[in-house]
């Protein structure tokens, strides 16, 4: 089975970077053809941050997410997503998920449901 695993969450204070990171196991390459970060914030529906097609190592950001305060990268063994967050603003609280899915496109690049595997997130707090 496909597991994905996010660690490196935490409480900070405005200004502060976190690297966020997601294990992955248990899965062929064809499974995590695109892997992505997601955030939901407090009462809001959760929403794609960045992404990134897993064989070409195109990155693609989602609108909000592009002035450069999130950067999202693997490890050369495409087992672990990272995701790099400067600059860190209380909007910036949430719930931040990976995931992965076995078909790679622009087109819904975020949409929730064309995810097949998901982790169970790692909280992001900052005052």
């Known amino acids: 089975d496909v597991q994905l695993v996010e660690s490196g969450g935490g409480s900070v204070q405005a200004g502060e970077s976190l690297r966020l990171s997601c294990a992955m196991s248990?899965?062929?390459?064809?499974?995590?053809?695109?892997v992505a970060w997601f955030r939901q914030a407090p009462g809001r529906e959760r929403e794609g941050v960045a992404a990134?097609?897993?064989?070409?190592?195109?990155?693609?950001y989602a609108a909000g997410f592009t002035q450069g305060r999130f950067i999202i990268s693997r490890d050369s063994a495409k087992t672990t997503l990272y995701l790099d967050i400067n600059g860190l603003k209380p909007e910036d609280t949430g719930m931040y998920y990976c995931?992965?899915?076995?078909?790679?496109?622009?087109?819904?690049?975020?949409?929730?449901?064309?995810?097949?595997?998901w982790g169970q997130g790692t909280q992001v707090t900052v005052s």
């Open positions: 995931a992965a899915r076995t078909t790679c496109g622009s087109y819904r690049l975020f949409a929730l449901d064309v995810y097949n595997y």
């Open positions: 248990g899965h062929s390459a064809d499974e995590t053809s695109c």
């Open positions: 990134i097609y897993t064989r070409a190592g195109h990155k693609h």
